[in-house]
Each structure stands twice: as structure tokens, then as C-alpha cells.
């Protein structure tokens, strides 16, 4: 918990979730955490589930002591533009000599400045030798319900070659199609499994939100957490929003050595002014 004393953005430090350091078991979190690194000796892994419901989080936990590459996918990106961030997460690019401005003049440039331009091999062979070489094992791509169908398809033939060289995707997703990835590539099964992450209960959102509330020490009764609770409609994205924006309204930039009372008419108040989506 040091982390928290010296600043209470370190609460929040996964893109709205909370750090490691508070992360929260579910109930079936033994089971959840048991298949997906058992899955991982073998080969990828594709989290799916409701949008806001811990994915992210219950992924970065199980991946926290392999210095796995974090990629959030667009519905921009390629194949390519996919290797391209391995490569510069990894520190790894060729460089690519050229000339800007100037004039052609029988076949010649003449003029211009001298540019360097980052390079990237987009072969597989050449990310996985690059990964390697790194001893970078582990990518996770999240957000892949954005990627286009055709890219899905290029992302299910190139895995492959990963897999046989102990290298692992981890794919997050919320609108899945579980057998999209065996059509593209029949020899993906055997190396790919889904597991659902489902909604959390609302016991367990209430030890999220309590063990967040000690945190920022601050202190408040059942009555304020139950109607926390039924704001955030089960949604650990939300329970962190809603301890931000009381941190906020309190103006907590540290976590304060003396407890903070939250009193109910002041949760009202606090909660009917913000939009929780």
C-alpha cells in the first residue's frame, strides 16, 4: 500500500481500474485465474464477457510478473499497425535513410535534408525473433471486438506461428463470436481458448468499493455504500469512477492521514451531479 500513500492517482492506474494492489477476488476468481494460466502453457487465450466487467484488470493481474506488451486495438489497425507497436513497446525498429525537399535533377535529389524514418519488418518470422530475442513473451490486445473481420482473419493465421515458439496472445474482447478464429484457422484449436468473465456480484462489488473507500480513508455508513452500489449497477469500471469523483469533491490529491466522513446528504448530492456511462 505505499504506492497509495504518496499519490491517489495510484489507485487508478490501470486506464480507470484499480491497481494490482487492490485488485479483488471474485468468487469464482481461483477458477477464472486456474484456467487462464493453464491455458497460457499451452497457447492464447481470448477473455471475453459484458463491457466494464474486469477483464482488463483480472488479465493484468494474472500477467503481472511477465512484462507482457499492452496494445489497445482500434478499428484502424492492421496486421501491420499491430506489429508496429510490438516493435516500438520492445524498443526494437530498422531505420530507413531518406530526403525530404530538394529537386530531381537527371535521376538525382539534390537539396533537401537528410531524414531517418523508423522501419518495421512486418513479417511474423521477424516480431517473433525481435520478441525473443527481448525475452518478451506475452501480448495482450485489447479492445479486439473493434478490429474489422478482415483483420481478425490475418490476426488468426499469424498467431499461429506464435504459438510454437512460446509466445502468447492474450486477446479482451466484449462482442465475440467464439468460433471466428477456428474458421479462419482450423489449426487454432488445441491453441486458443475463450473463457468468459462475467458480471461480478454485488458482493463483490461491495468489497471493491470498500476496500477503495480505506484506501482514501475515507469513511462513510451501509446506507452510502448501498447507494454507491445501486449507481454503479455492478460495473468495477464504475465503482473507481465513483471513488474518484469523491475524492475529487473532497479535493483528495494525497491519501489524508486523518479519516474523511462521507455523510449520506453529501453522496446525494455528489452522485446526482455526474454521469456514471
Given amino acids: 500500500m505505499g504506492k497509495i500513500e504518496v499519490s491517489i492517482a495510484n489507485l487508478f492506474k490501470i486506464d480507470g481500474y484499480p491497481g494490482n ?3 479483488i477476488e471474485r468468487t469464482d476468481h481461483h ?3 486456474s484456467r487462464c494460466k493453464m491455458q497460457l502453457d499451452v497457447g492464447h487465450l481470448f477473455v471475453h464477457g459484458g463491457a466494464r466487467n474486469g477483464k482488463t484488470s483480472l488479465v493484468k493481474h494474472i500477467l503481472l510478473d511477465r512484462n507482457p506488451i499492452n ?4 478499428n484502424k489497425d492492421t496486421i501491420g499497425s499491430l506489429y508496429s507497436q510490438i516493435y516500438d513497446m520492445i524498443g526494437v525498429h ?3 535513410v531518406g530526403t525530404e525537399g530538394g529537386f530531381s535533377l537527371f535521376g538525382l535529389t539534390l537539396g533537401g535534408s537528410k531524414v531517418v524514418k523508423k522501419s518495421y519488418p512486418q513479417e511474423a518470422n521477424s516480431v517473433i525473433k525481435k520478441m525473443l530475442e527481448k525475452d518478451r513473451k506475452y501480448v495482450i490486445l485489447d479492445n479486439v471486438h473493434y478490429l474489422e473481420r478482415e483483420i481478425i482473419k490475418d490476426l488468426a493465421i499469424a498467431i499461429r506461428a506464435f504459438s510454437d515458439k512460446g509466445i502468447r496472445f492474450v ?3 466484449v462482442r465475440v463470436k467464439e468460433n471466428e478464429f477456428f474458421q479462419f484457422n482450423p489449426d487454432l484449436k488445441g491453441r486458443l481458448e475463450y473463457i468468459e468473465v462475467k458480471a461480478m456480484s454485488r458482493e463483490i462489488i461491495n468489497k471493491l468499493l470498500r476496500k477503495l473507500l480505506r484506501a482514501v480513508n475515507v469513511n462513510t455508513n451501509d446506507a452510502c ?11 468495477p469500471y464504475k465503482v473507481v469512477k465513483a471513488v474518484q469523483i469523491i475524492c475529487h469533491e473532497f479535493g483528495l490529491e494525497k491519501r489524508p492521514k486523518k479519516s474523511v466522513k462521507l455523510a449520506q446528504v453529501q453522496l446525494k448530492k455528489i452522485l446526482q451531479g455526474y454521469n456514471f456511462a
Fill in 171 to 173: 486477446m479482451i474482447g
Fill in 225 to 235: 455504500i448501498n447507494m454507491i452500489i445501486n449507481k454503479v449497477e455492478r460495473e
Fill in 71 to 74: 496494445i489497445l486495438c482500434t
Fill in 94 to 96: 530498422d531505420e530507413e
Fill in 31 to 33: 477458477r477464472l485465474e
Fill in 21 to 23: 494492489d487492490l485488485y
